[in-house]
């Protein structure tokens, strides 16, 4: 458990103060810093706060349950992911409809991640994770509307084509989360709803 948590306060803790940190001339880390040594230590901070928040997830298995799920939890996960996934796409690609609709599309896809898997699982492991993404994820959204980070501006072109890439990339990563990809991953295989 102990690697678990360390792991969450490392990846959390990077992505918490790239949240806070001053952005004014002269006070922003990154531009001290520069932008290359800046995102390579973020990036190597958070990568290694991932390892350890998979290790300790995998290790803290079995762990107990803080609350038994509802018996429909899992149709609620099942209706939440396709959306997820599809912002979660959308996120990386140009602008269009979905993106400006969702202004940071990633984030909201967080939020439905964490709360669909809320209703599919109660094991303590998980109610640790769920919480941190979900809880970082609300903050975040907070501290880039102060910014005045509105996501997309009102008038920016809006393109067809990264809805179209959106909606079919989502729709083929959730299938192979469904499919293969969640078991590979995370090593507990998705069960459809009454089966």
């Known amino acids: 458990m102990a690697i678990f948590i360390l792991g969450l306060v490392i990846f959390f803790g990077a992505h918490v103060f790239s949240a806070v940190r001053s952005r004014e001339p002269g006070k922003d880390l990154k531009q001290k810093m520069g932008y ?19 290790y300790g997830f995998n290790a803290t298995r079995g762990m107990g349950l ?37 202004k940071h599309p990633m984030l909201v896809a967080v939020k439905l991640w964490a709360l ?20 970082y994820a609300i903050f975040d959204r907070i501290m880039v509307k102060r910014r005045g980070d509105n ?22 990563l959730y299938g192979a989360f469904v499919w293969r990809l969640h078991y590979m991953l995370i090593g507990v295989p998705v069960t459809l709803p009454g089966a």
Do not use: E
Request: hydrophobic letters at 55%; aromatic letters at 16%; glycine letters at 10%.
């Open 66 to 102: 803080v609350y038994a799920p509802p018996s429909w939890g899992r149709h609620i996960n099942f209706a939440l992911m396709p959306p997820a996934f599809i912002l979660l796409v959308a996120s990386q690609l140009p602008t269009g409809r979905i993106k400006k609709w969702a």
């Open 36 to 54: 290359g040594p800046y995102m390579g230590a973020y990036t190597f901070v958070s990568i290694v706060g991932f390892f350890m928040i998979c």
């Open 151 to 172: 996501g997309p501006a009102p008038d920016a072109p809006v393109k067809l084509w990264p809805d179209a890439a959106a909606v079919l990339g989502g729709i083929v």
């Open 116 to 135: 669909g898997h809320f209703f599919a699982t109660g094991q303590l492991n998980a109610f640790l994770l769920f919480t941190a993404f979900l809880t």
